[in-house]
């Protein structure tokens, strides 16, 4: 049983029952972040009526914190409603009688409701010469003046208040204002910096006493130039105090949902800001940028984010993305004005209307107000909800999938994606075996391929699948659970011939997943063949995932596309679909991760150790340089613009860009075992070589002997290499030769065609 009560924090004793229901709550139990228990009963409704804060029939200021009884098991319990997350959730406003609002806040986590008198409250704003000129309304004795103060400094105005009866007027000296130079700023860095300097503002009272000064929370920012780049603007706070500053941040005034499930932000600009600008949308955890095109009608903006296909036409990754307007091209005056990306912020009008939620392609995408007024898009699991958080996998992989167990095995292949699993997928389909094709996607982005059905990642039907397939191919890691059962074949196509050190051989360095390690002999004796590259890799191979099994020495099924008959069309398909320009030399760029460089579990932050500009200057007019982060890598490139650069990243097979890349470049990744089947000449940005070498991952060859081209160290060094290719070319022939017969050897075409015999047998 729940009984919500509302406690005076200023009058002892005083409290006041708040009507409660039950309600379901499995979000509950999927933010809990636990395996044992669920909370879908824990959830609860609470009606507050604004008229049950009176005090003896009056509306009186003061603060009331929100309790809650539990009575179960023969005792009471009472604790305090907390913000569910840090920092606290958003303030919200209500306006009361004449003089009076109703905002709920946290203080110290916990939600309190304040019941708050305001002396007076700015209604409008107009500017007259240099001062901004404030018009509102009092509600109390009139003030003397409004002060303007900010922290860690020593500026401070004194602005009179003038006007007669109960309307006021006040004039700030903006360009007084703006001449006080900028505080430095301490901004977390997933919102960054505002671009504004924040002045509080308070009345000064007859007495000497100070209080805060309210704003209608529909009041316009105003955005007035005061000269220095900057405007001053004046408008509520989340909590409806009047806030002046001097930004030139955007700020969205409208926020909606179409019926076509596009997300329509509309909003005001800096009066310099008039160039090109676009959208930014800044993944919270991953450092993921996605961009979005912005209409510009003079000092305002609109953009339309598509949530289904934002990302080059994929769906945005789930979790928490933070809104910014980034200005590009060229400003007012005709210069170039690339500019650092700026949050988009909300006014108080827009609290009572966000959150804005609205399902798109399966999953719920939320418009809201995080850290004050910044503006974010959050996008839920893919997964349902009886299929998320910890509890709810444990009780998948603990119940559900055993019982799937039990179940006859079905003919259907299970294809974990990866370039070589979907040649393998092609030459079943080419054969027309009998067999049931599923896909596993991440996050809705992965690209089925055609004769396939989707199995979204742990997912109720993935764990089913898992379970119940006879044949399962994957290039990567199996989840650790997994059991092969009887009757199951499950061939493990790794992902390229190893360059790096893997598995066991790091044993010892800073590097060496202990976890993994711990189980990877368990995991390993799960496939029941292993597909070697090379016939160099077999033994490498082996020893580095601990595995005892059978051997296929079959090559890369992922490389057959580089021997097919039609691999021209498919070039020239290819190239067609990132547009690329008929003359142009195409060079792929696409350097590995970095351990030392790790973001969350298995992810990592992406290094942009090539200087995209210099190589634009200098290889533009005849290059297009095509980028492609590593797939355990994630950020923004920086400068990096179209139509120079290329980002393929999110291309769904690594091989095809091969097939239209005239040069690769890279540092240490496997693509250059696959690359020289092409012939084609190959650069190696080694900027880290020692450091990688000796104290990051390090290799299991003797790289810098068998490196089939130059070891560049700049930017400088790499440009001047595409400037003289044949020249390099011909230098390296006899490395490059020989790395073709030490390590393509069994590269034919017909890979696949071997797995799937295998597979099939």
């Known amino acids: 049983m729940r009984t919500g009560i509302l406690k005076s924090l200023d009058r002892k004793g005083v409290v006041r029952r708040v009507p409660t229901r039950n309600v379901p709550s499995p979000a509950a139990t999927e933010d809990s972040g636990q395996e044992l228990h669920s909370y879908d009963h824990s959830g609860f409704s609470m009606t507050v009526d604004p008229d049950r804060l009176r005090v003896r029939g009056r509306r009186e200021p003061g603060s009331w914190q ?30 009361l009688d004449d003089g009076f609002r109703l905002v709920l806040t946290y203080r110290r986590g916990r939600l309190v409701l304040e019941v708050v008198a305001y002396h007076a409250r700015v209604e409008s704003h107009r500017a007259e010469g240099d001062e901004v000129v404030l018009h509102g309304r009092l509600h109390g004795p009139r003030p003397t003046s409004l002060r303007l103060t900010r922290a860690h400094s020593d500026a401070r105005f004194d602005c009179p208040v003038e006007g007669t009866g109960d309307d006021f007027a006040v004039r700030l000296p903006a360009a007084a204002i703006a001449a006080v130079p900028p505080a430095e700023r301490h901004e977390p860095r997933e919102v960054e910096a505002p671009h504004g300097d924040r002045w509080q503002a308070e009345l000064v009272l007859p007495d000497g006493s100070t209080t805060s000064m309210a704003a209608v929370l529909a009041l316009p920012p105003g955005r007035y130039p005061v000269g220095t780049g900057r405007e001053l603007c004046a408008t509520a706070d989340e909590s409806g105090r009047l806030m002046v500053e001097l930004t030139r941040q955007p700020v969205a005034d409208s926020v909606r949902w179409t019926d076509g499930g596009s997300l329509v932000v509309e909003g005001t600009v800096a009066d310099g800001d008039r160039g090109e600008a676009e959208l930014v949308l800044r993944h919270g955890s991953r450092h993921e940028e996605v961009i979005v095109g912005v209409e510009r009608t003079g000092g305002r903006f609109t953009a339309h984010v598509d949530p289904a296909a934002a990302d080059g036409g994929l769906p945005l990754r789930s979790g928490r993305w933070h809104v910014l307007l980034r200005q590009t091209g060229t400003d007012g005056t005709g210069t170039g004005a690339d500019t650092e990306a700026a949050p988009v912020r909300t006014p108080a009008s827009l609290a009572g209307r966000l959150p804005l939620t609205r399902a798109c392609q399966g999953r719920d995408h939320t418009a809201d107000r995080r850290f004050g007024d910044r503006l974010i898009i ?117 992902h390229g011939n190893p360059l790096k050190r893997i598995g066991t051989d790091l044993v010892g360095s800073p590097y060496a997943d202990h976890s993994r390690l711990d189980v990877l002999a368990r995991a390993s004796a799960q496939w029941s063949v292993l597909v070697a590259p090379s016939r160099r890799a077999t033994a490498r191979l082996s020893r580095a995932l601990a595995y005892r099994g059978e051997l296929l020495q079959a090559g890369s099924p992922a490389d057959d596309l580089l021997f097919a008959d039609d691999r021209g069309k498919i070039a020239d398909r290819v190239r067609a679909r990132l547009g690329l320009p008929p003359g142009k030399r195409v060079v792929l760029y696409a350097p590995t991760y970095r ?87 190959m650069l190696f940005h080694v900027y880290d070589l020692e450091q990688y070498r000796d104290t990051v991952r390090g290799f299991c ?26 020249t390099v070319t011909e230098r390296h022939a006899r490395a490059y030769a020989a790395f073709r017969e030490a390590y393509c050897d069994l590269d034919d075409g017909r890979a696949a065609a071997r797995v799937a015999d295998r597979l099939l047998r």
């Open 701 to 726: 060859v003797d790289f810098e002997a068998i490196a089939p081209g130059p070891l560049l160290r700049t930017t400088e060094d790499v440009v001047g290499a595409l400037r003289d290719l044949d």
């Open 595 to 681: 351990d030392h460089l790790g973001l969350a579990p298995d992810g990592y932050r992406h290094e942009q150790a090539l200087d995209l500009r210099a190589a634009e200057a200098a290889l533009g007019d005849d290059h297009v340089l095509l980028v492609r982060r590593h797939p355990r890598a994630a950020g923004p490139l920086p400068d990096a613009r179209a139509p120079f650069v290329v980002d393929v990243s999110a291309h769904p097979q690594v091989t095809e860009l091969l097939l239209v890349a005239d040069v690769l470049v890279t540092d240490y990744t496997s693509l250059m075992f696959d690359f020289a089947l092409t012939g084609r000449p």
């Open 66 to 95: 929100l309790d809650v009884l539990l009575a179960g098991h023969g005792t009471v319990r009472r604790a305090a409603v907390r913000a569910p997350e840090q920092p606290a959730e958003q303030a919200l406003v209500r306006e």
């Open 378 to 494: 959050d996008a839920a699991p893919l997964l349902a909800r009886d299929e998320r958080g910890a509890y709810r996998q444990g009780q998948l992989r603990t119940v559900h999938y055993p019982k799937q167990r039990e179940l006859p095995l079905k003919e259907a292949v299970l294809y974990f994606d990866g370039d070589s699993p979907r040649a393998v997928q092609e030459e079943l389909l080419r054969r027309g075996a009998p067999v049931a094709h599923l896909w596993v996607t991440q996050d809705g982005r992965t690209a089925v391929p055609a004769g396939a059905d989707g199995v979204e990642l742990h997912s109720a039907a993935w764990y089913e699948a898992l379970a119940r397939c006879r044949r399962i191919v994957t290039a990567g890691h199996l989840p650790d659970f997994f059991e092969r059962r009887s009757g199951q074949t499950v061939v493990q196509t790794w």
